[in-house]
């Protein structure tokens, strides 16, 4: 049986099944945006009732993109582009290459767009006339001796046949593409405090622990906010990378929108969260020495060498993620009473003891929230976009335009009949007026008034 | 002068170019056809100034952004939009008919932008995620989209009202109506147009997605819709390609299409959430 004849491939490369496809991908999509997401089962239960949520998990609608029957019309596409492709590229690919010089003078005169005149002379000289004047217009043509007279063929983007096909060959490398990220990619996240390290990443959905193959450290992280004092201007954590125990990149800062990728794995700035705890730097002014402590909230804590002893007593927080304005600090170097302040967060403070002076700088610990994404599929999903771009482009704007000239000799009038004839792959008004100014550059032409 | 007064008379003169392009053609007063054009010029340069006026203000503020990212920019950018590709129709097919089927979209979109309470209209800071030159990209190629097919809803309007009354009586006033076959043919080289501009809307989207969260597709509910409409024109599109259809068949899809589009614009701001939420802001 021949394949075109086969009923299952006929219905697979049908333009009425992709018409069905699109039009039951576009009404299904719509539930997903009507029906939250990726919720806990409780989450259905409590808002649809016991049995609508029920019925929701047994059709996957919690999470119905990546359901069975989503994919398997995602599929049932991707086999109606490929069929349809192999069906009709083979005849559009004639199209292209094919030699219209051999094209049956029967069907130039069947032509959607033709002119038939008359002119004196011997025919080839009437060809070359008939060659300069396409030239002229624009079109570079081809010529044959057919049996009655000289055939002139010149053609434009005959390539722009294949747009179509490249747009819809652009939808597969885009499924391509996902299909390598999803399988060989992950999307993770971590919370990675200030000072700290980390080799594991915890993948988005599941929380599964992810191995990194190296380790990654938050060196310190940053949120600043316009003069509103409400909206975040800026996220910024720097990072570093430390593999087999040697800094590989170092304090590179990352804020929203500029990520940094390490060996295909790719980290976002996405959010932060204030801890408890404060990054603290005391300089002793008069021995110009100087110590860097991460201290967890209301605890004593002994910096030996100074001789002192410090901590944050209290604290006055301003959001409720728990982001510290002010500090209450207690600090004392052995030597009369121990200073007690309030300070600002991010600040340094000037402290006068008896015996030496000093200065207090205090900041909070952040962590900060990273969006981490391994996704080898993300440059093959570009190459599809730019091609359907392109494709799209070609599909819609440029026309295959075929333009015949047929001159034959006509014995009983000692004349010539000339047939000037085209057709257009698409836009036929465009190519009408195109074809109409060709026309007439002949006729206007002194060669061709003589008949 | 400032960018709100600007954008404030922007609004009263498109309405006044859609009152005069529905005059000429309802009155058939052809003589005010060069006034309409030239009211339609001034309004579309009163937006532009408006649109470049608010830049220049948002650096005044020390913010300095293209005003491109909420809803009211955004709907200013629409009407900006629409005014050009119709200015653009009007002088390739020489009618001015058309104006009373696509202004009337410039001006609802100016109206709604000045006058609805539901967002505000200062110039605020930007937050993080927008700050980012994918953002100029994303919103103009998605709006030149979506302006497009404001103007092939318009004309699907016009091709069935022209199409019902042509079955009965013929009506003088249609007459001046283009031939069906004509309206036919601008409804559909606008959708094309508008569905190249909206694949490239929909994927400058997917690479700002990307460089900001590092996720291309997230099947968010603005995601979903702008998927939606592309497939609703990617099937009209087929049927009317392979399957031949044209005409009425087509004009009511144009209309559907756009019905889709105000969803995946408005719709999902107002009634859905999503990770577009700012946009109603």
Known sequence: MKKTDNMVWRSFASVRLALFTLLILATTSIIGTLIPQKNPPEFYIENFGQRTAQFFQMLDVPDMYNSWWFISLL???????????????????????????????????????????????????????????????????????????????SQKNAWSRLGVYAVHFSILVIFAGAILGSTLGFKAGVMLPEGRVTDTVYETGTGNPLPLGFTLRCDNFNVSFYADGATPKEFRSDLSVLENGKVTIDKRPIIVNDPLSYKGITFYQSSYEPMQGFNVVITNKATKTSQTFQIPFGQKISWKEGGIDFGVINQEVRSRMGDVNRLKVWFFDGQGEP????????????????????????????????????????????????????????????????????????????????????????????????????VDSFTHDSTFQNA | MNSSQLLGITTFAYLFSAMLYIALFVFRAKKLGLFATLITVAAFLINTAGIGLRWQESYQAGIGYAPLSNMYESLVFFAWAIAIFYLGLEWKYKNRVLGAFSMPFAFLSMAYASFSPTFGKEIKPLIPALQSNWLIAHVITCFVGYAAF????????????????????????????PELKVIDDIIHKTLVFGFLWLSAGIITGAVWANSAWGTYWSWDPKETWSLITWFVYAATLHARFTRGWGGRRIAWLAVLGFISVIFTYYGVNFLLSGLHSYGGN
């Open chain 1, 75 to 153: 599929l049932l596409f991707s086999i109606n582009l490929i069929v349809c492709t192999i069906d009709r590229l083979p005849n559009v690919w004639q199209m292209v290459v094919m030699n219209n010089l051999d094209t049956d003078p029967e069907r130039l005169e069947k032509m959607p767009h033709r002119q038939v005149f008359h002119a004196r002379g011997d025919a080839a000289t009437l060809a070359d006339t008939a060659a300069t004047l396409l030239a002229k217009n624009g079109w570079k043509a081809q010529m044959a001796s057919k049996p009655a007279g000289p055939l002139l063929f």
């Open chain 1, 339 to 438: 200073s007690i302040f309030w300070m600002d967060n991010n600040a340094t403070q000037t402290i006068s003891r008896p015996a030496a002076t000093y200065e207090f700088e205090a900041s909070q610990v952040y962590a900060t929230g990273l969006q981490v994404a391994k996704d080898p599929g993300v440059w093959t999903v570009y190459a599809g976009c730019i091609l359907m771009l392109i494709g799209l482009y070609v599909a819609f704007f440029l026309s295959h335009r075929r333009i015949w000239v047929y001159i034959t000799r006509e014995e009983a009038a000692d004349r010539c009949r000339i047939l000037v004839c085209g057709a257009s792959s698409k836009n036929k008004i465009a190519f009408e007026k195109e074809f109409t100014a060709l």
């Open chain 2, 150 to 177: 404001a103007v092939a809803c318009g004309m699907g309007i016009m091709y069935l009202i022209k199409d019902r009354k042509t079955n009965g009586a013929a009506d003088s006033l249609l007459a001046s109506l």
